[in-house]
Nanobody
Framework: QVQLVESGGGLVQPGGSLRLTCAASGNLGLAVMVWYRQAPGKLREHVASVSPAGTTTYAGSVKGRFTISGGSAPNTVYLQMNSLQPEDTAVYYC????????WGQGTQVTVAS
């Protein structure tokens, strides 16, 4: 089965930037690729998504700061995160829709001074 591997997280100061990568071990087909995040004690939430046609959507809290690129066709999706704030601290995951795959291990993003 195709596996998803997220990478690129780390510790960054407020106002800093990170670029996350989600790589699939196989063919994802035509799918919407989605970045999610889960902060401690909170539910996993949608952050950004990109359709096979390249249409992007963003959560209101990240719009204008985060950019999703790539997609299911190249089997890799990225999340460029700028102007990071402490409230962006979470484990970030990617997955596809429809028919989501088993969750990967995610990548930890910590924004702190």
């Amino acid at each position: 089965q195709v596996q998803l591997v997220e990478s690129g997280g780390g510790l960054v100061q407020p106002g800093g930037s990170l670029r996350l990568t989600c790589a699939a071990s196989g063919n994802l087909g035509l799918a919407v690729m989605v970045w999610y995040r889960q902060a401690p004690g909170k539910l996993r939430e949608h952050v950004a998504s990109v359709s096979p046609a390249g249409t992007t959507t963003y959560a209101g809290s990240v719009k204008g700061r985060f950019t999703i690129s790539g997609g299911s066709a190249p089997n890799t999706v990225y999340l460029q995160m700028n102007s990071l704030q402490p409230e962006d601290t979470a484990v970030y995951y990617c997955n596809k829709l429809p028919n989501p795959l088993p969750w990967g291990q995610g990548t930890q993003v910590t924004v702190a001074s």
